[in-house]
Each structure stands twice: as C-alpha cells, then as structure tokens.
C-alpha cells in the first residue's frame, strides 16, 4: 500500500528567489506526496546542515533514494526518517543535506497521508487530533538578517491571543500589519518589505515599538479581542562575542543590560512573547532572563535549542526558557520535530513551530502544528508563502483539506 515506489528530487525557486530543494515521493498503491525545504537568514549555529541544492539533491539520489524506494513504507514516518539518518551516516545531515532530508520527510508523510484518504495532520497527529488551532504569530515589522537598514530587533509579531477561531486570528494580524502601514505614512516613513513580508522601515527600535503598539490597540479596539505582541530578537546575530556586547545601532550592551532591557520591554508593553533573547550559546543568561520575567511572558529558543532534543534536554534542565521554536529543517526530519514537541510538552514548554525566511508554498508546518497540538505557529502575516500557510489552517478548521 503505502511501499515506497518512486522518489523524484528537483531544484525549485524559494520566495528569496534562491533555490531549494522539492520532493516527490509516489507509493505502490499511487498515493502521492510533494514538499519542498525552505531555508533560514539568521541561521543558528548547531542547526542541521543546508548543502548547496544541487549537491543535497546529488547525495540525496546516491545515498537515500536506494534505501527508501522498494524498502520503506511511506505510512511509516519512523521508518522513513530512521532510513534518511542511516542514509546520511552523520549527526547534522552534512552528508546528504538537512535540505533534501526535510523535503523528503515531508512528502512520505503527505504521501501516507494521501494513501489514507486523511488530511495530513490527521496521519501525523491520530484521529483525536485537530480540535485545537495554535495562535499565529504575525510579523508586521522587522530587520536584522531580514532586511537592511530597518531595526535591530529583527521580527516584532502580534499575538491575537484573544481570537475566537483561526480566522479571526489570522485577519486580525494582515490587520496589525495594514495598520502600521497607515502609521508609517503618517509619519511619513516611506518603507518596503522584508524577506517575511513584514514592513522594514529606516526607524529605530523605539520608534518599531511606539508603532506596532498603536497598531494593536487599534486594530483590538476594532476587533473585539485581545491583540497583544512579542518579539524575535535573534540576539545571537546582535552578540559580539569578543566584546561580549550585544551591539545596536545606536548603542552596546553587556549581557546584563540585555538581560535588563528585554525585561524593560515585557513590562512596558507587556509583550506576550520573547523569542531568542540572548545568544546562543548563553543558557545562564537565558535562565536570568526567565527567571525574572518567565511568569510573565513566553521566553522561547530558536537558535538556542535549534529544535534538538539534546539541546532542549540542556535547556530544561538548566530552566533556561519556557517555550521552544520548532523548524523541521532545523532538525530534518519530521520525527526529529515531533520529539522536540512531544519533550517539550512533557516539561511544560510551549511550542511554536516557525516557516523560514526563505520560504516556499508549501504548507506541512500548518499540519504539524495542528498535528501536534501547538499552542503557536510564527508564520508571517502576509505574502503569497506565507498566507499558504495561515490559508491552510483556515482550511483545516473549515474541514476542507
Ligand atoms: O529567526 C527566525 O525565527 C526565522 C524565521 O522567522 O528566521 P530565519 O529563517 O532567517 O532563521
Ligand atoms: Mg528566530
């Protein structure tokens, strides 16, 4: 049935208009599965290792392709991610690539999924699963590795934490992000976009909070619910680490006075989440923060955990955070993802699980958040790669995938 028949790999375009890696896996019974691998800007250090496409396709077809067709089930995503290890023979996929390995997870799940008959984050995440939507988190505002000359903060994201269903939410945040587009030109701030679609304005971070505030309330005031905002810092694109400073336009910071500042800004503006606030590899530093504000506020790890168990096991044991980015390229493998949620959920972490910058149509990350009962997912408020996305988790509400 669902016996792996055929695995077609090609090059396709991402929304920065640099190639990635797409997947198609075919089963014996004709069930059909495609997804392609995006790919990260600010990239954290111990992330699975992204090969050049054309080699990751290259190694994927020696080394991969033999061990899944004819051999593995497609319905079985254990088996299919155990043979993309052993076909890798590395820790970080450095051999055949994180890129060709996520893809290739991807499409088997999509591809057992299709066999079924079930939409995929009914195969991922069991029958029982699927009444829970996460809360997107939309970025209307950003800079650092996404966009030049705009903040140093490099994603400010509003939270509609107070939306009735996954409509509402999503509406609300495209909302936020007309709304700061008005405010911008009343200021008369001219800006484009940045590679998330959000706005990228030449204004400092001050200016980037008294904005995205505003836009909040109003659009709050509009919708009738609760409309709150975080940030992702990225601070280990902000870090020196030979100064040890965390290095802004207009000024440093030791790591205590980041420590001081990030809680500054979860008590003035009450901010719902803060997504790497520190750098990488500072778990003390993340901890400090935590312990001040972490009854407050989401204090989650993207670089800092990279979606690794081993990481995340660090982390809970040291109470460095509160919450865990989860970006399947990050790690390769959708069982690899699915480990993160599930430790993550038995230490009382929350889960957000995050597209790329560079991202492509495909939509599997809606599924597995739905799949895995996420409380979160960060995937942009606007842009056609991004609304793939925040559409398809419409589509899972409405029954319609
Ligand atoms: O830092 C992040 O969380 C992501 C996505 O927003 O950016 P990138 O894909 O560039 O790592
Ligand atoms: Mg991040």
């Given at each position: 049935?669902?016996?792996i028949t055929?695995?077609?790999?090609?090059?396709i375009?991402?929304s920065?208009?640099?190639?990635t890696?797409?997947a198609?896996?075919v089963t014996?019974?004709?069930?059909?599965?495609?997804?392609a691998?995006?790919?990260g800007?600010s990239?954290?250090?111990?992330?699975a290792?992204?090969?050049?496409?054309?080699?990751a396709i290259?190694?994927?077809?020696?080394?991969?392709?033999?061990r899944?067709v004819?051999?593995?089930?497609?319905?079985?995503?254990r088996?299919?991610?155990?043979?993309?290890?052993a076909?890798?023979?590395?820790?970080d996929f450095?051999?055949?690539?994180?890129?060709?390995a996520?893809?290739i997870?991807?499409?088997?799940?999509?591809a057992?999924?299709?066999?079924?008959?079930?939409?995929?984050?009914?195969?991922?995440g069991?029958?029982?699963?699927?009444?829970n939507?996460?809360i997107?988190?939309?970025?209307?505002v950003g800079?650092?590795?996404?966009?030049?000359?705009?903040?140093?903060?490099?994603?400010f994201?509003?939270?509609p934490?107070g939306?009735p269903?996954?409509?509402?939410a999503?509406?609300?945040?495209?909302?936020?992000?007309?709304?700061?587009?008005?405010?911008?030109?009343?200021?008369?701030?001219p800006?484009?976009?940045?590679d998330?679609?959000?706005?990228?304005p030449?204004?400092d971070?001050?200016?980037?909070?008294?904005?995205v505030?505003?836009?909040v309330?109003m659009?709050?005031?509009?919708?009738?619910?609760?409309?709150?905002f975080?940030?992702?810092?990225?601070?280990a694109?902000?870090y020196?680490?030979?100064?040890?400073?965390y290095?802004?336009s207009?000024q440093?910071?030791?790591?205590?006075?980041?420590?001081?500042y990030?809680?500054d800004?979860?008590?003035?503006?009450?901010?719902?989440?803060?997504?790497?606030p520190?750098d990488e590899?500072?778990y003390?530093a993340?901890?400090?923060?935590t312990?001040?504000v972490g009854?407050?506020?989401?204090?989650?790890g993207d670089?800092?955990?990279?979606t690794n168990?081993d990481?995340?096991?660090?982390?809970?044991?040291?109470d460095?955070a509160?919450s865990?980015?989860?970006k399947p390229?990050?790690?390769?493998?959708?069982?690899?993802?699915?480990?993160a949620?599930?430790l993550a959920?038995?230490n009382?972490?929350?889960?957000?699980?995050?597209?790329?910058?560079g991202?492509?149509?495909?939509?599997t990350?809606?599924?597995?958040a739905v799949?895995t009962?996420?409380?979160?997912?960060?995937?942009?408020?606007?842009?056609?790669e991004r609304?793939a996305?925040l559409?398809?988790?419409?589509r899972?509400?409405?029954?319609a995938t």
């Amino acid at each position: 049935m669902t016996l792996i028949t055929d695995i077609r790999l090609r090059r396709i375009l991402d929304s920065r208009g640099n190639p990635t890696v797409e997947a198609d896996v075919v089963t014996e019974s004709g069930g059909f599965g495609r997804a392609a691998a995006p790919s990260g800007a600010s990239t954290g250090e111990y992330e699975a290792v992204e090969r050049p496409p054309s080699e990751a396709i290259a190694a994927a077809r020696e080394h991969a392709v033999p061990r899944l067709v004819g051999e593995v089930y497609a319905g079985n995503q254990r088996d299919v991610d155990a043979a993309l290890h052993a076909a890798d023979g590395t820790d970080d996929f450095s051999e055949i690539g994180a890129n060709s390995a996520v893809a290739i997870s991807m499409a088997a799940a999509k591809a057992g999924a299709d066999v079924l008959g079930a939409p995929l984050f009914q195969h991922l995440g069991g029958t029982f699963r699927g009444n829970n939507f996460p809360i997107p988190l939309g970025n209307v505002v950003g800079g650092g590795e996404h966009a030049a000359d705009a903040t140093d903060i490099q994603e400010f994201l509003a939270a509609p934490v107070g939306a009735p269903s996954v409509e509402d939410a999503v509406f609300a945040n495209a909302a936020v992000h007309a709304a700061v587009s008005d405010l911008l030109s009343e200021r008369g701030v001219p800006c484009g976009k940045g590679d998330e679609g959000a706005w990228a304005p030449s204004i400092d971070d001050g200016d980037a909070f008294e904005i995205v505030d505003e836009a909040v309330s109003m659009v709050e005031d509009e919708v009738g619910f609760e409309i709150k905002f975080g940030l992702d810092v990225a601070g280990a694109e902000l870090y020196d680490a030979d100064s040890g400073t965390y290095e802004y336009s207009d000024q440093s910071r030791d790591t205590d006075e980041q420590i001081a500042y990030i809680a500054d800004l979860v008590e003035e503006y009450d901010l719902v989440y803060v997504e790497d606030p520190l750098d990488e590899d500072d778990y003390d530093a993340f901890a400090d923060l935590t312990d001040e504000v972490g009854d407050q506020t989401l204090i989650c790890g993207d670089d800092l955990f990279v979606t690794n168990t081993d990481r995340l096991v660090e982390g809970i044991d040291r109470d460095a955070a509160n919450s865990i980015l989860i970006k399947p390229n990050q790690i390769g493998t959708l069982s690899d993802a699915f480990d993160a949620i599930e430790l993550a959920t038995e230490n009382g972490y929350d889960s957000v699980v995050s597209h790329r910058s560079g991202e492509t149509e495909d939509a599997t990350i809606a599924h597995l958040a739905v799949a895995t009962d996420a409380p979160y997912i960060k995937t942009g408020a606007v842009g056609g790669e991004r609304t793939a996305k925040l559409n398809e988790l419409i589509r899972i509400a409405d029954d319609a995938t």
